[in-house]
């Protein structure tokens, strides 16, 4: 199993700011994702956090919006850039290991409140 | 969307009884894993079935998987208050690699 922390684990932000989140592991993963689960919603992959390379998002995600750092194998940050009200959510990391088919192990989410 | 469904959307049940959530999906998958989310907080996995299975257990768990079907059971037996959660099947299809897509999810009641 892994161990994943995540910071903030909580915050509100004014419409029109940006918020950076961190999502630590462990150990060494190759595969890190970021999700995001709108209130009483299940989750919505947003993209997979890529070691050395840019993020691959999922349809109705963009990079300006969502922008995403992978600078080790250990760890990941997911911008959420120019706030509305929408994007009030919780959003989780997860890791896991590339073509095993084995579990993801989440992060505690960090929830986010725009006001 | 390729989002599972599952159903009930919600359950209440009284504590010692036994809840059945079930998941349906839309595509050929690799896995289909089952996962308990308390309050808006992480995701705590709790079992993974492989496509060539077709039952498994874990405690008080009971999870099957027709593939025929396209879909999944989880089975808790004599529940208890702290079951009280939401529970989410997410697939991991053939063709998406590593990636997951979680269904609609069930809100679990137990009463005590």
């Known amino acids: 199993s892994a161990v994943i922390s995540q910071k903030p684990s909580r915050d509100i932000c004014q419409r029109g700011t940006s918020l950076t989140i961190q999502c630590q592991v462990d150990s060494q993963v190759t595969m890190m994702f970021w999700y995001r689960q709108q209130p009483g919603q299940s989750l919505t992959l947003i993209a997979t956090a890529n070691q050395g390379s840019e993020a691959t998002y999922e349809s109705g995600f963009v990079i300006d919006k969502f922008p995403i750092s992978r600078p080790n194998l250990t760890f990941s940050t997911l911008t959420v850039s120019n706030l509305s009200p929408e994007d009030s959510s919780i959003y989780l990391c997860?890791?896991?290991?590339?073509?095993?088919?084995?579990?993801?192990?989440f992060g505690p989410g960090t929830r986010l409140l725009v006001l | 969307s390729q989002q599972g469904e599952e159903d009930p959307q919600a359950l209440s049940i009284q504590e010692g009884e036994n809840a059945t959530m079930n998941c349906s999906y839309k595509?050929?998958?690799?896995?289909l894993q089952w996962y308990r989310q308390n309050s808006g907080r992480g995701l705590v996995h709790l079992i993974l079935i492989r496509s060539n299975e077709r039952e498994k257990h874990s405690g008080r768990l009971r999870v099957t998987l027709d593939t025929s079907k396209k879909s999944s059971s989880l089975l808790i037996t004599a529940s208890r208050a702290a079951d009280t959660a939401s529970y989410f099947c997410a697939t991991e299809w053939k063709s998406s690699g590593d990636k997951l897509t979680f269904g609609t999810g069930t809100r679990l009641a137990v009463r005590p």
């Open positions: 595509t050929s998958i690799n896995n």
């Open positions: 997860s890791v896991g290991r590339r073509g095993l088919q084995e579990t993801q192990y």
